[in-house]
């Protein structure tokens, strides 16, 4: 009854098309000053029209003065069929405070959701995957729509423009992020509302700025994103080499995290420097363009060799006693970058294994720098790669993770098993039936770390 007509063969939406009149049951509240409590009341017994869209409370139609209110009652109530009230609706009707009369409720386009829009237009066997989520990014809705939905991609995109405030462009991925694809950029293709892609996106307190188009965002991984950076700690060094526009470097370098972060995309490497200047971190981030291979190599000798100091301000109480006792140079603290990067991120799934071997020999002579010589801890690695289930009955992924180690150890010519201590290979996300994007961390071993070439 509450539900949209159905028009299957709709392939151009048409927003007139969805209206319709319903004669329901509408409650007369005969004191205004009762209408709170009666609604309070039927809202809990779920007596009310079960609608978000549409406002339980009316003018009531039957009076002139335009005082008196209604409150629109569920489908199954009926005025003349006091068996079909229900007790919170009978009672109230014998104490007085309300009495039934019949309503005629006009619907529109704007009162149904985008599923129930979607469910009214596309044909009978494609209702079992309606595609009514999208990725959020920004002002962009950003859809990866089954080869079946296409002939309906230009209506599904207008409806989750109308449906959601915030959406003005709407795109439809085209093509899947595999190793041919340099820069890791979805191809997409506009299926509704305006072409622009330059969109500003809030993340860990962090805002960046970037043009959809040219750069890799995805705004599902924000609770991995802040998992790794919990991670770091506050004066460690962090060598991203794959860093997007900085999903990673930005909220680290946020929290006090020196961030050397590269990408080989120029256009990430613009974003980069945008979200280093809209979050005023420059004291501890650095932005490159440079091939992820020769920055971990490079990257790691430069650090070595450079003396920095950040100045972090210090908050103090302004009163007239905090002016006249702090100078000036007292108002900053100084943090010394260190010799060496405690952590290696790369986030580029499709092929970050195969920049493993450039670990292999990295500190050769520089054993002095790490335990036993000192206490420091040689680099933990975090390293994200696609996976496979091994068959249907691998629900825990136990075959994808043996894989991993097996690739692992390959790369690093070291074997890792389950028990190599400060090693992790978590699951992230699925990204089609069978396949999973894992964050496989571990800790860099001397026999790798210190071997010669």
């Known amino acids: 009854m509450l539900r949209p007509p159905i028009n299957r063969a709709m392939l151009v939406l048409d927003r007139g098309f969805f209206q319709k009149d319903i004669q329901i049951s509408a409650a007369r509240v005969h004191d205004v000053r009762h209408i709170s409590r009666v609604r309070s009341e039927c809202v809990k017994s779920r007596d009310v029209l079960p609608m978000r869209a549409i406002a339980p409370v009316r003018l009531d139609p039957t009076d002139a003065s335009c005082q008196r209110r209604c409150l629109l009652l569920r489908p199954e109530i009926k005025y003349d069929d006091n068996s079909s009230w229900g007790e919170t609706v009978a009672r109230l009707s014998t104490a007085g405070d309300i009495s039934l009369f019949p309503y005629n409720l006009h619907l529109g386009y704007e009162h149904w959701s985008a599923l129930e829009i979607l469910q009214a237009i596309l044909p009978e066997d494609l209702q079992d995957e309606i595609p009514a989520g999208f990725h959020h990014v920004g ?154 291979h020769r920055f971990i190599s490079s990257a790691t000798q430069k650090l070595m060799s450079t003396k920095y100091d950040a100045r972090v301000p210090i908050k103090t109480r302004r009163t007239d006693a905090a002016r006249r006792s702090i100078k000036p140079s007292d108002h900053h603290l100084i943090v010394t970058q260190p010799k060496t990067f405690s952590h290696y991120v790369m986030n580029l799934p499709a092929t970050a294994m195969d920049f493993l071997p450039d670990f292999i020999g990295l500190f050769a002579g520089h054993e002095q720098l790490f335990a036993p010589h000192t206490s420091l801890k040689l680099p933990m690695i975090h390293c994200y790669c696609f996976e496979t289930k091994a068959d249907e009955s691998d629900d825990d992924f136990v075959g994808a993770r043996m894989a991993i180690l097996r690739r692992v150890s390959a790369k690093l010519k070291h074997p890792f098993t389950n028990d190599t201590p400060d090693l992790e290979i978590r699951d992230v996300r699925d990204v089609a039936p069978k396949k999973h994007d894992f964050c496989m961390s571990l800790r860099l071993p001397a026999a790798v770390a210190f071997a010669i070439p």
């Not at 794959?242 to 050397?260: D, T």
Request: net charge negative; proline share 3%.
């Open 139 to 292: 002002h962009i809705a950003h859809f990866n729509l089954r080869d079946r939905y296409l002939a309906y991609k230009s209506v599904i995109g207008q409806v989750a423009i109308d449906k959601n405030s915030t959406i003005k462009t709407v795109v439809n991925k085209t093509d899947t992020l595999d190793s041919d694809n340099e820069f890791r950029v979805l191809e997409t293709e506009l299926i509704a509302g305006e072409p622009k892609y330059r969109v500003e996106v809030r993340e860990q307190n962090c805002t960046f700025q970037f043009d959809f188009s040219k750069v890799f965002w995805n705004s599902k991984q924000g609770f991995e994103h802040e998992r790794l950076v919990d991670k770091f700690q506050p004066g460690e060094a962090v060598c991203d080499a794959m860093a997007g526009v900085g999903p990673f470097a930005i909220p680290a370098a946020k929290k006090g995290v020196f961030v050397w972060a590269n990408d080989l995309n120029p256009h990430c490497f613009e974003g980069l420097n945008d979200s280093i200047r809209l979050n005023k971190v420059s004291n501890f981030a650095r932005a490159f363009n440079e091939d992820g």
